[in-house]
């Protein structure tokens, strides 16, 4: 019953965890409990991350699901900013991924001190926000 006046939300870090979350998807449909399902970012879109909590309760929800990889933030950070209970769901990571974070820091540091690689920074952090409203679609 996803989409039909919501009581529960399941969010995610990423599209890549919906093989993860959609279990919990299953089970309520089973109950035939409303849902939605969203890709929200703790660390794409921190924004609306924010705001998504913040009006979880104002919009109807009663509970939330909240699944993430990595250092897993979302349920933490979601948790924060409502008094509704949330469901932290742990989703196993992509090997390796550490590196990615690695040369990301290393333009970041070197970015103190380089105008080009701060823009370029920006660009692909506004590029990542992006692709999450995009993901929503692989949500099926
Ligand atoms: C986390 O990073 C997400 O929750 C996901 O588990 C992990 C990898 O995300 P992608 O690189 O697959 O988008 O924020």
């Not at 933490?76 to 590196?99: E, N």
């Not at 990615?100 to 290393?106: E, P, Q, R, V």
Request: hydrophobic share 45%; with cysteine.
């Amino acid at each position: 019953m996803a989409d039909n006046k919501p009581e529960v939300a399941v969010i995610m870090g990423s599209a890549s965890d919906w093989e993860t979350m959609k279990h919990a998807c299953e089970m309520l449909d089973q109950f035939e409990v409303p849902y939605m399902k969203q890709v929200i970012s703790a660390h794409r879109t921190p924004e609306l991350m924010g705001e998504f909590a913040h009006n979880a309760r104002a919009n109807g929800l009663k509970v939330i699901i909240a699944g993430a990889g990595g250092a897993a933030h979302l349920p933490g950070m979601v948790a924060a900013q409502t008094t509704l209970p949330v469901i932290g769901v742990p989703v196993r990571s992509h090997a390796l991924s550490g590196a990615t974070n690695a040369g990301l820091l290393a333009v970041s540091i070197l970015s103190t001190t380089d105008e080009r690689l701060a823009k370029a920074l920006q660009d692909y952090r506004d590029s990542l926000k992006e692709k999450v409203a995009e993901s929503n679609a692989q949500l099926v």
